[in-house]
């Protein structure tokens, strides 16, 4: 089992940056792949960026390559999106998710944890 605390959200104005933090704790945190997640009322779950194990590879989805950084601090069970250059549309609930399959990192189905989310607000 693996336990993910989000933190970090808040209500931001368009163009502003927020930090998200990731808190893991319980099996190895180091043998998965680890994910951030975005959900606005009324839409589906959206991939936002995942990284390795090592934190060596990123993915990022396209809405907001060049404006989001993920990291890994496995020394400390975190997991970090750095999001800068914020737009209205950024604004939804976000999760932390852990991935122990490896496969397509986007795709929510091969994340077996997930954490309680926190919300982003960004105002125009």
């Known amino acids: 089992q693996v336990q993910l605390v989000e933190s970090g959200g808040g209500l931001v104005q368009a163009g502003g940056s927020l930090r998200l933090s990731c808190a893991a704790s319980?099996?190895?945190?180091?043998?998965?792949?680890m994910g951030w997640f975005r959900q606005s009322p009324g839409k589906e779950r959206e991939f936002v960026a995942a990284?390795?194990?090592?934190?060596?590879?990123?993915l990022a989805a396209d809405s907001v390559k060049g404006r989001f950084t993920i990291s890994v601090d496995n020394a400390n069970n975190m997991v970090y999106l750095q999001m800068n250059s914020l737009k209205p549309e950024d604004t939804a609930v976000y999760y932390c998710?852990?991935?122990?399959?490896?496969?397509?990192?986007?795709?929510?189905?091969?994340?077996?944890?997930w954490g309680q989310g926190t919300q982003v607000t960004v105002s125009s």
């Open positions: 998710a852990a991935n122990k399959y490896g496969g397509s990192w986007s795709r929510p189905a091969l994340y077996s944890y």
């Open positions: 319980g099996r190895t945190f180091s043998s998965y792949v």
């Open positions: 990284v390795s194990r090592s934190g060596g590879s990123t």
